[in-house]
């Protein structure tokens, strides 16, 4: 878990360099830098869990440092999906950048047709306003993330993509 916590702020990083908007690559930076701090963390506690055996304790800070990686991964998504929104500039001809906008790109055009559709549906009421319990949610990036297959979700064992190992390859 925190290996994958590693490769969302590698994400987010790749993301922030691309961004248009200043302060939403700041925005980016930043959720990117904390969910990094909280992954380095979980690793920390994970093993000296390993080495010390059961302890309710250790147990409980385990948790606690998953539950918090967990929200800040949803503070990254969030704060990617803002830049893609406000734009992002060309990816270098670097393989992982590349991947990381076609992602962005993928997610970015769902988004473009959900909201087509739901403009050519007749959910209005009387004052042309929404009808919120017809409206189908947005998608976002988290959904897109949680639709990939498990089966293909490569843990690497460091922190850090080797050669061959792209940060979306457990998205696929």
């Known amino acids: 878990i925190a290996s994958d916590g590693q490769v969302v702020v590698r994400f987010g990083h790749i993301l922030a360099k691309q961004c248009l908007d200043q302060r939403c690559s700041t925005e980016l930076l930043r959720a990117s830098e904390h969910t990094h701090t909280i992954s380095s963390q979980l690793g ?3 093993r000296v869990k390993a080495v010390t055996g059961e302890s309710k304790a250790c147990s409980e800070l385990l948790l606690s440092n998953v ?3 967990v929200r800040a991964v949803q503070h990254v998504l969030r704060a990617a999906e803002a830049a ?3 734009g992002l500039g060309q990816p270098s001809p670097d393989p992982e950048e590349e991947e990381v906008a076609a992602f962005c790109l993928q997610w970015k055009k769902n988004l473009s047709w959900h909201r ?3 403009a050519l549906r007749s959910s209005r009421d009387e004052l ?3 009808k919120t319990q017809e409206a189908k949610a947005e998608p976002t990036l988290m959904a ?3 639709e990939q297959p498990p089966q293909t979700r490569n843990i690497p064992k460091h922190s850090s993509p080797r050669k061959g190992h792209r940060v979306m390859d457990r998205h696929r």
């Open 44 to 46: 920390i506690v994970a």
């Open 67 to 69: 539950q918090n990686l």
């Open 84 to 86: 893609c929104i406000k």
């Open 116 to 118: 087509a559709r739901e």
């Open 128 to 130: 042309g306003l929404r």
């Open 144 to 146: 897109l993330v949680q």
